[in-house]
């Protein structure tokens, strides 16, 4: 029988092991082209790309009166998985490598003294996994006349996840629990969802604003359908371990979790379900539902000169199936490790074992997010004398919340996309945020009414992969009539 921690952790290892656009939060994976400047896009970003980056570009792709993702002859797919604290040759270091013992037996490494310190300098920083999957399942745009405007409809889903290892787990992992010496678990952090899009565009240019050539507004409503949610809302719990073995402290968290009824998961403390199996189905009865609100807007002072503002993903969900909580909000007192009653009381403090039940509706923010940004057309700026078509963007990107693909942490970007013909060649960096540093790097074949695009946001994993702390890619293909 399938118990709740078993089942939120071979849902958490999925999403973190099979990493599959649209924008999401400040910090979430972007559309190829995007991906590949750097994740820059609020002035950048035009037709269907600008749906959940700034809608006021919807309006802006050239001439084009439709625009049509479909999932061939490429589909709209970006992802990124990494940790802030280990790379490849890290981990190779530490759990690739294996020795014999004296009875043939095979054994990990041991870890000398300055192992150790190297092993827990690595969490330096915090020991924090980020996980992040977009689809753009199907997205279309329509722009009768100019004067009408563009209209747009996309479905997206979402995939992402954060989970903060405490650095109080790692020093009992590597010194054991010390005598004299107090645990506090508080930097543990767990948050992770999958949320369904149901994008409602459009976008249109304001031919009465003074000064500029174009001033163009743009909003999305998204109906939000949400299929999993796992939230870590606090943890305080603290150890001190004394002479004589003795352990005392206090158990203190709370967890949330919902999930579509669809994937049967059976929580510990509900006996009365039967242990059915996960069925998929493309159309998973939601476990809650939300409204979000996109707003836009795109200023273009001339033919070089452009900028951008947007707020995107205002709203929330509440999650009103399957909801549980799990807590614990007890003392711990251990002074005998033979003592199964006493051992029992301590997992059932830190875990909540016992504690588990159905709560009530509970809401949770969208990863609501500011976004600035100005492009330079340079090819423009010099009159025309240079080879091909440039664009150079700027953003500035800053979330209100820490939910999946998001981040208080402020991130900025500067891109680069320069058209030759038929190809593009696009990069960028960005700096800030969660990941610290990116460097993206793509290409792009334009053959007319197809548009092929492929990039990554971590360029510099891929060139010293052994020292990657995380992998990143976008690709997609675009009809344009």
């Known amino acids: 029988m399938r118990t709740y921690k078993i089942s939120f952790a071979i849902l958490f290892l999925t999403i973190a092991g099979n990493i599959l656009c649209q924008t999401s939060g400040s910090a979430g994976v972007s559309d190829a082209r995007s991906a590949a400047m750097g994740r820059t896009y609020t002035e950048s970003a035009t037709g269907l790309s600008a749906i959940g980056a700034n809608p006021a570009?919807?309006?802006?792709?050239?001439?084009?009166?439709?625009?049509l993702v479909l999932p061939l002859p490429l589909p709209n797919i970006g992802g990124s998985i990494g940790t802030n604290f280990m790379t490849i040759d890290d981990y190779n270091y530490f759990f690739g490598t294996q020795t014999t013992d004296a009875t043939g037996k095979k054994i990990g490494r041991t870890l000398t003294f300055a192992d150790k310190q190297r092993f827990n300098n690595l969490f330096s920083n915090g020991g924090t996994i980020t996980t992040n999957l977009q689809i753009q399942?199907?997205?279309?745009?329509?722009?009768?006349?100019?004067?009408f405007g563009t209209l747009g409809f996309s479905i997206i889903d979402q995939i992402a996840g954060t989970f903060t290892l405490p650095k109080e787990l790692v020093n009992i992992g590597l010194n054991g629990n010390l005598a004299n010496t107090v645990y506090n678990f508080n930097d543990t952090?767990?948050?992770?969802?999958?949320?369904?899009?149901?994008?409602?565009?459009?976008?249109?240019?304001?031919?009465?604003?003074?000064f500029f050539k174009s001033f163009s507004l743009g909003v999305s409503i998204n109906m939000i359908q949400g299929y999993a949610y796992t939230e870590l809302d606090h943890m305080n719990t603290e150890l001190t371990t004394g002479v004589g073995n003795v352990i005392t402290g206090k158990g203190d968290f709370l967890l949330y979790s919902a999930f579509s009824p669809d994937f049967h998961i059976q929580y510990s403390f509900d006996k009365s379900t039967s242990d059915q199996k996960y069925s998929f189905?493309?159309?998973?009865?939601?476990?809650?539902?939300?409204?979000?609100?996109?707003?836009?807007?795109?200023?273009?002072?001339?033919?070089?000169?452009?900028?951008?503002f947007a707020v995107t993903d205002i709203g929330s969900i509440t999650w009103n199936k399957n909801v549980a909580q799990y807590s614990s909000n007890k003392a711990v007192y251990l002074d005998d490790l033979t003592s199964q009653s006493q051992r029992d009381s301590l997992t059932n403090a830190l875990t909540g074992k016992d504690n588990?039940?159905?709560?009530?509706?509970?809401?949770?923010?969208?990863?609501t997010a500011l976004r600035l940004g100005a492009a330079i057309q340079i090819d423009k700026m010099v009159n025309g004398n240079f080879p091909g078509k440039m664009l150079v963007a700027i953003d500035y990107n800053q979330g209100f919340n820490d939910q999946p693909g998001n981040t208080t942490k402020p991130r900025t970007s500067i891109g680069a996309d320069w058209v030759l013909g038929t190809i593009a060649v696009r990069s960028g960096f960005s700096f800030g945020g969660i990941d610290n540093f990116n460097w993206g790097f793509g290409l792009g074949l334009d053959?007319?009414?197809?548009?092929?695009n492929f990039g990554t946001p971590d360029m510099e994993s891929l060139i010293s992969s052994n020292s990657a702390k995380r992998v990143s890619f976008a690709f997609d293909s675009r009809w344009r009539f």
């Open 356 to 367: 588990g039940r159905y709560t009530g509706n509970i809401s949770s923010q969208l990863a």
């Open 189 to 210: 952090k767990l948050n992770a969802w999958w949320l369904r899009k149901y994008s409602f565009s459009y976008a249109r240019n304001l031919d009465f604003v003074p």
């Open 57 to 67: 570009n919807l309006f802006r792709d050239s001439a084009r009166s439709v625009e």
């Open 137 to 147: 399942l199907f997205a279309v745009s329509i722009k009768p006349i100019n004067s």
């Open 281 to 308: 189905s493309p159309f998973p009865t939601p476990a809650g539902s939300g409204v979000g609100v996109d707003i836009g807007l795109s200023a273009k002072l001339n033919d070089v000169l452009s900028f951008g």
């Open 447 to 452: 053959f007319g009414i197809l548009a092929l």
